[in-house]
């Protein structure tokens, strides 16, 4: 059983920054893809970034040099780094771990707000 929790969203000036964290717990077997995705009422959950092994990544355009997905092996932890915050990253982030391909694992959300 694995389970995700998820911490450090808040409330940001415009310009400022955030790290979110996604804590993992449990049992997983194979190869592990982890990532940040975002989601608005009436929207599309959308994926913010996501890295497999030590350091392949992929971003959406939208946050290209203002995010930074990072993973500590050690403390079985996965973070986004956010900077350069703008008030259409305003939602709610879901961290979200996709294991040995067939097991797909979310967070609870967590609310980032961007706003002066």
């Known amino acids: 059983q694995v389970q995700l929790t998820e911490s450090g969203g808040g409330l940001v000036q415009p310009g400022g920054s955030l790290r979110l964290s996604c804590a993992a717990s449990?049992?997983?077997?194979?190869?592990?893809?982890k990532g940040w995705y975002r989601q608005s009422p009436g929207q599309s959950r959308e994926l913010v970034a996501e890295?497999?092994?030590?350091?392949?990544?992929n971003y959406a355009d939208s946050v290209k040099g203002r995010f930074t997905i990072s993973d500590d092996n050690a403390q079985d932890t996965v973070y986004l780094q956010m900077s350069r915050l703008e008030p259409e990253d305003t939602t709610v982030y879901y961290c979200?771990?996709?294991?040995?391909?067939?097991?797909?694992?979310w967070g609870q959300g967590t609310q980032v707000t961007v706003s002066s």
């Open positions: 890295i497999r092994g030590r350091s392949t990544t």
């Open positions: 979200n771990f996709k294991i040995g391909g067939i097991w797909n694992i």
């Open positions: 449990g049992n997983m077997h194979g190869i592990v893809i």
